[in-house]
Structures are given as C-alpha cells and as structure tokens.
C-alpha cells in the first residue's frame, strides 16, 4: 500500500512539471509577441513627427483624455489606510486590533487579514498618524482650530 502511494505521489509530480513546462512552452511565442508590441508602443508615445508631416501642418498638441464630469458609478475606491481610519473615528477611546477588524469587516462587507491591518497600524504609527497606548489604537490627538490659540486672544 505504501508503495503504490509512492509511485502514485512520484507520478503526480511528474505530470505536475509536464504540465508547467506545456504551459511555459505554450506561452512563449506570446510573450515574445506582447514585448514586441509593447516595445513598439513605447516607440511610438515618444517618437517625434515624421519630417513630411511637420511640413504640411503645425504640430497639435496631444489630447488630454475626455473625463466625464461628476462622480462615476459603482464605489469609491478606498486604501486599507482610508478603510482603517474611517475605523478608528468611530471609536474615539481607541479599539484594539480584534476590534478594528470586526468593524472593517462589517462595514465593508469582506474579510480583512489581521497582519495586513496590524502591518498598516504600525506603519500609520510610525507617521504618527495612530498612537498604541494600553493595548487600543486610537488617533492622534489634532490641535482644535477653533479652541487653539487664536481663540484665546479674543477679546469679549
């Protein structure tokens, strides 16, 4: 029995490099064709004007993609970093890192991996954007420009 599940594992592998190198085999001429296509595209987005045409006309200016005026349809597209600070004001005492991927998850509706969102915490905290402080991440207290300093000096 454990011959036969030897002989079986060795063949699998087998047909498992077969079948790599059909796909690395196959794959080739297309690859050599798209690096050609897009060398030649590159060509042409920075080659100047063919000399005969620079003599019948002025050259025109490149035209700038038409934008559509408005907001487009579907959803806004939002970073992990957006995702995580919309997060965090939610909870203004802090959330601890469990907490912050219930939230993520619930409001946007897909699963989050925790060392991705831990990974962004540290990286918002060494912007100092985030601050860990017994175990909860909360935001970075912001100096209030209506309580700052120049509404003090006012005078009643």
């Known amino acids: ?18 079948m790599v190198a ?11 064709e798209l690096r050609a296509v897009n060398i030649a595209l590159a060509a042409l987005d ?10 019948e006309s002025p050259p025109r200016p490149r035209a700038e993609p038409v934008r559509k005026a408005g907001l487009g349809r ?3 597209k939002r970073s992990l970093e957006d995702m995580i600070l919309a997060a965090l004001r939610a909870h203004d005492e802090g959330a ?19 060392t ?10 060494a912007d100092r ?8 991440w909360r935001m970075q207290a912001q ?11 006012v005078a009643a």
């Open 1 to 18: 029995m454990n011959v036969i599940r030897k002989l079986l594992l060795q063949h699998r592998a087998e047909v498992q490099a077969q």
């Open 22 to 32: 059909a796909r690395a085999k196959a794959a080739e001429p297309f690859e050599e």
């Open 46 to 55: 920075g080659a100047p004007l063919i000399e005969a045409e620079q003599d």
């Open 74 to 76: 579907g959803r806004i």
């Open 96 to 114: 601890d890192t469990g907490t912050i991927l219930e939230s993520l998850e619930r409001r946007w509706n897909r699963s989050f991996q925790e």
């Open 116 to 125: 991705r969102v831990v990974e962004e915490l540290r990286r918002l905290a």
């Open 129 to 136: 954007t985030v601050v860990l402080e017994r175990g909860h």
């Open 143 to 153: 100096p209030d420009l209506v309580t700052g300093d120049t509404a003090q000096h």
